[in-house]
């Protein structure tokens, strides 16, 4: 069983960052990537940041660029994601969730096996 932990989540406000960490357990080979996606309230799920375990490819949504930083760190049997957006916006605010799948392609169409329970992130001004 894939197991998250997911943290980073609560008040930003206007143009601060955000730090987020998931710590991933239980993946199997099928699970190539991790990868962050937000709900919004009145909003379609939206792919965030995608990053692939093995070789650290990731991608992003075009609204990020320039503005994030990801990360993979391995010890023992779990994974743990971190992610940097700064310059964040009142339009950014959404539950976070993190998941796993079997690619960045799979990913990036929110395409998840697995996700934890989400993070509140509230953008104030």
């Known amino acids: 069983e894939v197991q998250f932990v997911e943290s980073g989540g609560g008040k930003v406000q206007t143009g601060g960052s955000l730090r987020l960490s998931c710590s991933v357990t239980?993946?199997?080979?099928?699970?190539?990537?991790i990868g962050w996606f937000r709900q919004s309230p009145g909003k379609e799920r939206e792919g965030i940041l995608c990053i692939d375990r093995e070789d650290g490819t990731s991608i992003s949504a075009n609204s990020l660029k320039g503005r994030f930083n990801i990360s993979i760190s391995i010890d023992s049997a779990k994974r743990t994601v971190r992610a940097e957006i700064s310059r964040m916006s009142a339009e950014e605010t959404g539950v976070y969730f993190c998941?796993?799948?079997?690619?960045?392609?799979?990913?990036?169409?929110?395409?998840?096996?697995?996700w934890g329970r989400g993070t509140q992130v509230t953008v104030t001004s």
């Open positions: 998941g796993a799948t079997t690619s960045l392609v799979a990913c990036w169409q929110h395409k998840f096996g697995s």
């Open positions: 239980g993946l199997t080979s099928n699970d190539r990537a």
